[in-house]
């Protein structure tokens, strides 16, 4: 996926890529995500990212969690070669 970012959003972005230590592919990721990084009324920044970053690990959990049950339910099917692959995805099976 290629992305396009206007030179003064790339700059506002490598300034908190900056201020934070997180990586800008970091940063940009969490933007694309909806999220905003911004300093609280204490300057606290480290708290923030904390909390952020525990909510991606949540959402990353609960996606394989997801998964997980939609595998015990059969929703899934497992293939074991380039072959069975082939006869499922035509219905040869």
Do not use: A
Not at 1 to 11: F, Q, T, V, W
Not at 53 to 72: A, I, K, M, N, P
């Amino acid at each position: 996926m290629r992305i396009l970012l206007s030179e003064d959003l790339y700059e506002e972005l490598k300034r908190v890529s900056e201020e934070t230590g997180l990586p800008l592919s970091k940063v940009i990721e969490l933007r694309l995500r909806g999220y905003e990084i911004v300093k609280d009324g204490r300057g606290g920044l480290s708290s923030i990212l904390e909390t952020v970053e525990e909510l991606l690990d949540r959402e990353g959990l609960e996606r394989v969690r997801e998964g997980l049950r939609d595998y015990e339910e059969g929703k899934y099917t497992v293939v074991r070669s380039s072959d069975e692959l082939k006869g499922e995805l035509l219905g040869e099976s």
